[in-house]
Nanobody, 115 residues
Framework: QVQLVESGGGLVQAGGSLRVSCVAS????????MGWYRQAPGKQRELVAS???????NYADSVKGRFTISRDNAKNTVYLQMTSLKPEDTAVYYC?????????WGQGTQVTVSA
């Protein structure tokens, strides 16, 4: 099993930056992929960004060029650096770990971008 704890959310003005972190309870070195998802009120949860063990990344079109996902295997941590934030980025951001057979989710961290 893997427990995931997100942190770093908060309130920021449009155009600002924020970094959210996801700490795993065990090594993420062997986890196939780590990802950040978000869910805004009344909307479905959507993929924001993901990163594989080999470092390959994937981004939603809406965040390309603004968000960067990275992982620090030594710290069992995945980061999402968010810049040029927009009000439409407001959501609860969730971390996900994908192993061969299971997926694990964190509890989420709220990101609110004011206009």
């Amino acid at each position: 099993q893997v427990q995931l704890v997100e942190s770093g959310g908060g309130l920021v003005q449009a155009g600002g930056s924020l970094r959210v972190s996801c700490v795993a309870s065990r090594s993420i070195f062997s986890i196939n992929a780590m990802g950040w998802y978000r869910q805004a009120p009344g909307k479905q949860r959507e993929l924001v960004a993901s990163i594989t063990t080999g470092g390959s990344t994937n981004y939603a079109d809406s965040v390309k060029g603004r968000f960067t996902i990275s992982r620090d295997n030594a710290k069992n941590t995945v980061y999402l650096q968010m810049t040029s934030l927009k009000p439409e980025d407001t959501a609860v951001y969730y971390c996900k770990a994908q192993t061969r057979n299971y997926e694990y989710w964190g509890q989420g961290t709220q990101v609110t971008v004011s206009a």
